[in-house]
């Protein structure tokens, strides 16, 4: 199974600050077709995971452009520009390139 | 919009099986994959599986191959999974998440179903 490795497992942040998270896969999540099926998640307490980013870079509806996402290969960044008092919560990059799919282990972010 | 209410939390004793069930509004139920995901208290996610209620297609994660079923219900838009021979370690939440294939990526989830094995 490909493991995803998450960095760092916290991250204390003020409010306003700008602050990146990774992910770093076992092997290249890039397919034969030139896709690479990368995602970010945010977990807030008590609730279900609530998508950010698909397809590595691309935003999810609705979601603010403070956040955003970049990388290529095995190597992959969320960036979150201005963190806000809603950001709180559990970060996950899941791959869903090679089967079966597979989460990374998790980044809590708390307030500082 | 896009709706997936899961069934209320299970106390199920260890042996016994238990089915959540996950229903759908708000879009063709038919036309999208959906797919289940377990959480276990403090852990993280792992994905189970998915089902096409267009055909009842399924894929499984080998590692839950035999203990989860993945079915659905087209008269009722309702996807269900089941999860048999149940021991301690299948005590969590599960979640329901749809797939959307115009975008490649599960855009809905469901608020999540708790069970607790426990004698």
């Known amino acids: 199974d490909v493991v995803l490795t998450q960095t760092p497992s916290t991250l204390s942040a003020t409010i306003g600050q700008s602050v990146s998270i990774s992910c770093r896969s076992s092997?290249?999540?890039?397919?034969?077709?030139?896709?690479?099926?990368l995602y970010w998640y945010l977990q807030r307490p008590g609730q279900s995971p609530q998508l950010l980013i698909y397809?590595?870079?691309n935003l999810g509806s609705g979601v603010p452009n403070r956040f955003s996402g970049s990388g290529s290969g095995t190597d992959f960044t969320l960036k979150i520009s201005g963190v806000e008092a809603e950001d709180l919560g559990v970060y996950y990059c899941?791959?869903?390139?090679?089967?079966?799919?597979?989460f990374g282990g998790g980044t809590k972010l708390e307030l500082k | 919009q896009v709706q997936l209410q899961q069934s209320g939390a299970e106390l199920v004793k260890p042996g016994s099986s238990v089915k959540i069930s996950c229903k759908a509004s708000?879009?063709?139920?038919?036309?999208?994959?959906m797919h289940w995901i377990k959480q276990q208290p403090g852990n993280g996610l792992e994905w189970i599986g998915w089902?096409?209620?267009?055909?009842?297609?399924?894929k499984y994660n080998q590692k839950f191959n035999g203990k989860a079923t993945l079915t659905a219900d087209k008269s009722s838009s309702t996807a269900y999974l089941q999860l048999s021979s149940l021991t301690s370690d299948d005590s969590a939440v599960y979640f329901c998440?749809?797939?959307?294939?115009?975008?490649?990526?599960?855009?809905?989830w469901g608020q999540g179903a708790s069970v607790t094995v426990s004698s």
């Open positions: 998440a749809r797939y959307n294939n115009y975008y490649y990526v599960m855009d809905a």
């Open positions: 708000g879009y063709t139920f038919t036309s999208y994959d």
């Open positions: 089902i096409y209620p267009g055909n009842g297609n399924t």
């Open positions: 092997q290249s999540l890039l397919d034969s077709a030139g896709n690479t099926y």
């Open positions: 397809l590595v870079s």
């Open positions: 899941m791959q869903a390139t090679h089967a079966p799919w597979t």
